[in-house]
């Protein structure tokens, strides 16, 4: 089976995204496996060696952010948010319909908004310097990534996830 087929039939998102659905997903899976050797690692040298790796508590939280906002375009793609239903039999599918497409714009709008500030205080934290304190690692650059991938996720609420909303939900 080719690597293409393979991606295809095993992701439900249909033409690019699917291709960035892959990739996000490789990236939250390296991050994690990263995550997990560094742990071993960690563990290993603190009990058999006396000596513990340094900043793996920096890493794991960077390793934490990668992992999370790679993967919340992902779930809003995949509409896998958490939804109350409490009403949805006592109202008609148009008004669930008609507050699911308002709730996609107030969330995709929240997040582009909260991602211009993220870059801001990235931008901020650049123009001082900041870096963390082990590693001595520039802080801007994970706040960044945060802001871009709330900007992705915001992104693909106002388009896949409004398609989704219009033409593959059948309430």
């Known amino acids: 089976m080719a690597f293409s087929a393979w991606v295809t039939a095993h992701y439900e998102e249909k033409g690019p995204v699917v291709w960035l659905a892959f990739f996000l997903e490789l990236i939250a899976a390296l991050t994690l496996f990263f995550l997990m050797m560094l742990t071993c690692a960690d563990v290993f040298g603190r009990y058999f060696m006396g000596n513990a790796v340094d900043g793996t508590t920096e890493l794991t939280e960077m390793g934490i952010a990668i992992i999370v906002f790679a993967e919340m375009p992902i779930v809003t793609w995949r509409g896998g948010h958490v939804i109350v239903d409490i009403l949805d039999k006592a109202l008609g599918s148009k008004l669930i319909k008609a507050l699911a497409l308002f709730s996609a714009f ?3 709008t929240s997040l582009y908004f909260l991602a ?3 870059f801001e205080l990235a931008e901020r934290s650049l123009r001082r310097g900041e870096v963390s304190e082990y590693l001595q690692f520039p802080v801007a650059y994970i706040v960044q990534y945060i802001a871009i991938m709330s900007w992705v996720t915001a992104g693909a609420m106002i388009t896949y996830g409004v398609y989704r909303i ?6």
């Open 116 to 118: 211009v500030r993220i």
């Open 166 to 171: 219009l033409f593959l939900d059948k309430k």
């Open 106 to 108: 107030v969330m995709s």
